[in-house]
């Protein structure tokens, strides 16, 4: 059976699970109108994601995606976030702030959290993404005999094979277009930075799991090249930031609309991994930086976090997480149900169905 006929969507589009940016609302709209509406828990624990499943649930009663991050445990050096955070000093100082004294570790991974892959267990969700690894084969094991079904990001065929091997029934190849945090397993390894068309058409060629395209897709046309390549379905993220139904603030939404859109840039020093974020005053620190390593993730995020708090308390916006894909120029702003039906159209009309 295809993705679609076994989650029963009308259309090959999955809407990112954006942690931090999706809702239930956003998710349960999406789902509503015949795509795969998606929910991002990495950065809240058990009883929040218990919450966030709960709402959906209540707003739709289709499938959905609930996205977790299985990332690898953070080393805390204290020099080195101590070096971190003296360097940050003279901006926080700028807006009348201390950086904070010290730095926590404020995402569990779900390698490392039973409390939230018991409540995965208890509730199941019809579906599960993992970013940044995967689960231990026992949770995956688990999960698998409550008919979960499950998907995992791959940013190459290494991590694509093992995926397969581990029986999962489904890749999100994720080229380096992609807004957000690049998905790769180890970040320490070195990243061929595939693109969005290679990764696809090498995982739909050396792996016999269905591939969900994602990074830069934006329109009906995009959908229309990924299903081309062989792809089963894409995901978009950055096309529903935009949407009155995401958590995004009003500067978030100013900055895709504006010229920022039109110059993403892959950094590590947000959060201590690298994303995917419209140009701002964070991302253009690199600068700066020099030779200088941020913490690990996510403990460097804890320091971008306070510094985006007291920038924003003065009005300065431009130390936000602003995440975005290249092709952020392209979003429309529009209710998450339209925006689905819009997409529906453009990719009938690239079938000669309009």
């Known amino acids: 059976m295809s993705i679609l006929d076994q989650l029963d969507l009308s259309l090959p589009l999955i809407q990112a699970p954006m942690a931090g940016v999706s809702t239930p609302e956003l998710a349960a709209a999406v789902s509503e109108a015949g795509a795969l509406g998606s929910i991002g828990v990495g950065a809240t624990d058990a009883a929040g994601a218990r919450s966030m499943i709960a709402e959906v649930r209540e707003r739709t009663g289709r499938a959905f995606n609930v996205n977790l991050f299985v990332h690898g445990p953070a080393s805390a050096n204290p020099a080195r976030e101590a070096e971190w955070l003296g360097w940050l000093r ?31 267990l208890e509730t199941a969700p019809p579906v ?18 409550r008919g979960i079904f499950m998907l995992a990001t791959a940013t190459s065929l290494d991590e694509a094979r093992a995926v397969e091997a581990a029986g999962i029934d489904a890749i999100v190849a994720q ?7 690049r998905g790769m397993f180890d970040p ?10 290679a990764l696809t058409r090498l995982l739909v060629k050396n792996t016999s799991l269905p591939v969900v395209a994602a990074g830069g897709i934006m329109d009906g046309a ?8 062989g792809a089963a379905a894409a995901q978009l993220g950055t096309a529903f930031i935009a949407c009155p139904e995401s958590a995004a603030d009003d500067a978030y939404r100013a900055a895709l609309a504006g010229p920022a859109a039109y110059h993403t ?3 590590p020093l947000i959060s201590g991994r690298p994303a995917r974020a419209l140009a701002n005053r964070f991302t253009a620190l690199a600068r700066t930086v020099g030779n200088r390593l941020p913490p690990d993730y996510p403990i460097a995020y804890d320091a971008g976090k306070a ?13 936000g997480a602003q995440w ?31």
Request: hydrophobic share 50%; net charge negative; proline share 7%.
């Open 90 to 120: 003279p901006l926080f100082a700028e807006f009348g702030a201390e950086p904070p004294a010290t730095l926590r570790t404020i995402y569990k991974s779900l390698a490392e959290d039973a409390g939230m892959a018991a409540m995965l």
């Open 128 to 145: 599960l993404s993992f970013h940044f690894g995967l689960p231990p084969a026992d949770v995956l094991s688990a999960l698998r005999e």
């Open 175 to 181: 080229g380096i277009e992609a807004g957000g945090h």
């Open 188 to 197: 320490a390894a070195p990243d061929d930075a595939l693109g969005t068309m």
């Open 222 to 229: 995009g959908i229309a090249a990924a299903l081309d390549l």
């Open 265 to 267: 840039t892959l950094t």
């Open 307 to 319: 510094l985006h708090a007291a920038a924003k308390a003065k009005g300065e916006y431009g130390f």
């Open 324 to 354: 975005a894909g290249q092709g952020a120029p392209l979003a429309r702003a529009m209710p998450a149900a339209e925006l689905v039906d819009t997409l529906r159209l453009e990719l009938q009309a690239c079938r000669g169905n309009p």
